[in-house]
């Protein structure tokens, strides 16, 4: 079974500029989140999507950050324009049911 | 908002040694779940925990969920090199409400393995 790809890998931009993740969650997979962490902490969620409606969206910042995930599958997330404080490693999971959620690689956003 | 301490925050142990670590929260949970990362790369789940009182094991994993539901602690019995890595717990309120699902983590404790 194909686990949540993620892309791109790495990306450095200048801050104030616009940048965008794309996630693929494991196929069947009803529920999505988008996570971010900053360098020594845990990952932290930003918003959940059941299917395509999100279910909890209440630490987005939401003045900058926006995702979609049109059709119920993949998702992208969204920073414009970014700001110092965005570096950080953006996780994309996916869960049959809302437990056991299953990563992704992460995306490593470095803001210059 | 809920919050979880991690401890300890790093561990340098020799190989073969057993290592335990643990999670309390201010809050209950009704799942608390184990994950490892390594460098580069997301969590993956070790180790999930669904009832009070619960202990699991997986291979040389034990991980037991806390009678109060506020704590948890994970055991890694006769470590190898591979162990390395961030460790991290998280937990996870049950059905009802828009935080179902939400996993809140810890700070993570890091291991380093010495051959």
């Known amino acids: 079974e194909a686990g949540v790809a993620q892309s791109p890998r790495y990306k450095i931009i200048e801050k104030r500029q616009s940048v965008a993740f794309w996630c693929n969650p494991i196929?069947?997979?009803?529920?999505l989140y988008w996570y971010q962490q900053i360098l020594g902490q845990g990952p932290k969620l930003l918003i959940q999507f059941q299917n395509n409606g999100v279910v909890d969206d209440s630490q987005l910042p939401k003045d900058r950050f926006s995702a979609e995930r049109l059709k119920g599958v993949d998702s992208t997330l969204k920073i414009q324009p970014a700001k110092l404080e965005d570096s950080a490693v953006y996780l994309c999971?996916?869960?049959?049911?809302?437990?056991?959620?299953?990563f992704g690689p992460g995306t490593r956003l470095t803001v210059l | 908002g809920q919050q979880l301490n991690q401890s300890p925050q790093s561990m340098f142990i020799q190989e073969g040694e057993d290592v335990s670590m643990n999670c309390t929260s201010s809050s209950i949970f009704n799942t608390w779940l184990w994950y490892k990362q390594d460098p580069g790369e997301g969590p993956v789940l070790l180790i999930a925990?669904?009832?009070?009182?619960e202990l699991t094991s997986n291979g040389r994993l034990t991980a037991q969920f806390g009678i109060t539901r506020k704590d948890s602690f994970l055991n890694i019995s006769a470590s190898i090199p591979s162990d390395v890595g961030i460790y991290f717990c998280a937990g996870q309120l049950g059905a009802g409400g828009t935080s179902y699902g939400k996993l809140t983590f810890g700070q993570g404790t890091i291991l380093t393995v010495h051959p």
């Open positions: 925990l669904y009832k009070a009182g």
């Open positions: 999971a996916s869960s049959p049911r809302r437990n056991e959620q299953f």
């Open positions: 196929s069947g997979h009803a529920t």
